[in-house]
């Protein structure tokens, strides 16, 4: 019988499911108990009617919960004490094991203990390559696919970031391994193909082309080196990782590649050529995959185009301008790509915005005129506002010496600009650029 106040039915497993707070609990509840893993016999956490207790110590001794309450369960929904609602869900009955006498012995026995393995689903076993794993949309693209089971093929530059992912990824329960790549390396990106179909036993089922760098700066004044890195990594680096994965899909006759873009592809981003230049290109270089493929009809190329995400990719980036840096809002969460991303793993899609920005800018680069005219004003405006900064290359020719996390810690009150600001400024931009082209035509 269902328990009405919580939903969750004796004898069944339920686990947390929403991917930006998963690894957080990779245990499982099972009749009013919390469990860590099947081969632990006391549970850390149970039910008080509705209210979840959870008592365990973090790593300094503390209480991980305040008065061990970690938040409440109704209607199969996790709300914890600061606010989050976590939704769980109902791990498939193969995956259950239930605590007999039996379990309780083996359990004794084992030297290793197993991990808790997520629930089943479209993408469980499915083996994925994601680039740029180590920070911003990548790292959460990976929490995103560890926790619906996938099997994971991590690469990126930075070692130390790319195991610490590793490592928050296997805490859901999932397989995966970290191949450090960098992608302007034709022969790096082709034995990252070759380890991953070794670790997915001749598979590749999707790749994920993630990883990106970016240079701002007066075009004539950023050194060549930098142009070329970025289109190195953002346009070469996505055409070295189709090279390599569609002869796998083509063998196997499915496939998906995932592409990030950018609204940077529909609108051009003055003071960052390349970068625009890499996008507008990736545009065409899925488009022509598209035709080519038609022939493989479970064979799919898509596009995720994302708003202006709260990575540390402004920070870590080529800097040429002499001034800070500061993305414009509005700022999103990275999470919502890694959700398109896996959105889109599981019902492939051609294109795919996120972010109501993003949606805009991509009407307002057929609506307005020279659209990149206003742009390139705005952002002289805004560097000439900025405080003085170093000149310097970021992580163009080397990983970041920074924090390496998902966020990039811009997403505030004092920096993030109200989405109506923004559409109120481009439904004012595009009202001047007709009634300007209606006076021309007079």
């Not at 207790?53 to 300094?60: E, G, R």
């Not at 989405?419 to 439904?427: K, M």
Request: hydrophobic content about 40%.
């Amino acid at each position: 019988m269902i328990d009405q106040a919580t939903g969750m039915k004796p004898g069944e497993r339920y686990c947390v499911e929403n991917v930006e707070r998963a690894h957080q609990f990779p245990g499982f509840f099972q009749d009013g108990k919390y469990y860590l893993g099947p081969e632990l016999l006391t549970a850390v956490g149970w039910l008080e009617g509705t209210k979840f207790i959870y008592d365990s110590l973090d790593a300094q001794g503390e209480p991980v919960f305040p008065e061990r309450v970690a938040g409440t369960i109704e209607g199969m929904k996790l709300v914890l004490v600061d606010g989050t609602a976590l939704q769980l869900s109902k791990i498939a009955a193969s995956d259950t094991l239930l605590p007999t006498a039996g379990n309780i012995e083996q359990a004794s026995q084992s030297d290793e203990p197993e991990a808790p393995a997520p629930g089943k689903g479209p993408l469980r076993g499915k083996v994925v390559v994601i680039t740029g794993a180590s920070s911003g949309i990548g790292r959460a693209a990976a929490h995103a696919f560890a926790c619906k089971g996938a099997r994971l093929v991590l690469a990126a530059r930075d070692e130390q970031a790319l195991f610490d992912v590793l490592d928050e990824c296997t805490d859901c329960g999932t397989d995966a391994v970290a191949i450090i790549t960098d992608v302007t390396r034709s022969d790096q990106v082709q034995v990252l193909a070759t380890q991953a179909a070794e670790f997915g036993h001749g598979r590749i089922d999707i790749w994920v082309n993630n990883a990106g760098v970016g240079a701002v700066g007066n075009f004539e004044q950023t050194p060549l080196e930098a142009h070329e890195q970025v289109i190195q990594t953002d346009l070469i680096g996505y055409l070295r990782g189709a090279h390599v994965a569609l002869p796998y899909f083509k063998a196997q006759r499915s496939g998906i590649l995932i592409n990030t873009l950018s609204l940077g592809s529909w609108v051009a981003q003055p003071y960052a050529a390349a970068y625009s230049a890499s996008k507008f290109g990736l545009r065409g270089l899925t488009e022509a995959l598209r035709g080519e493929l038609t022939e493989f009809p479970d064979i799919h190329v898509c596009d995720i185009y994302p708003a202006v995400m709260d990575t540390p990719g402004f920070r870590d980036g080529g800097n040429y301008t002499g001034h800070a840096l500061t993305p414009p809002g509005p700022i999103y969460d990275p999470e919502r790509v890694a959700k398109a991303m896996v959105a889109s793993a599981i019902s492939p899609r051609a294109n795919t915005t996120v972010g109501a920005a993003a949606r805009l800018a991509h009407l307002a680069s057929y609506v307005v005129p020279r659209l990149a005219l206003v742009s390139g004003w705005l952002t002289r405006k805004a560097l000439s506002r900025s405080p003085n900064a170093e000149i310097s290359s970021g992580n163009l020719f080397e990983p970041p010496s920074g924090r390496r996390s998902v966020d990039g810690g811009w997403k505030s009150s004092k920096d993030h600009m109200p989405l109506w600001v923004v559409a109120a400024a481009l439904g004012v931009i595009a009202g001047l650029a007709v009634t300007r082209s209606q006076r021309r035509r007079r």
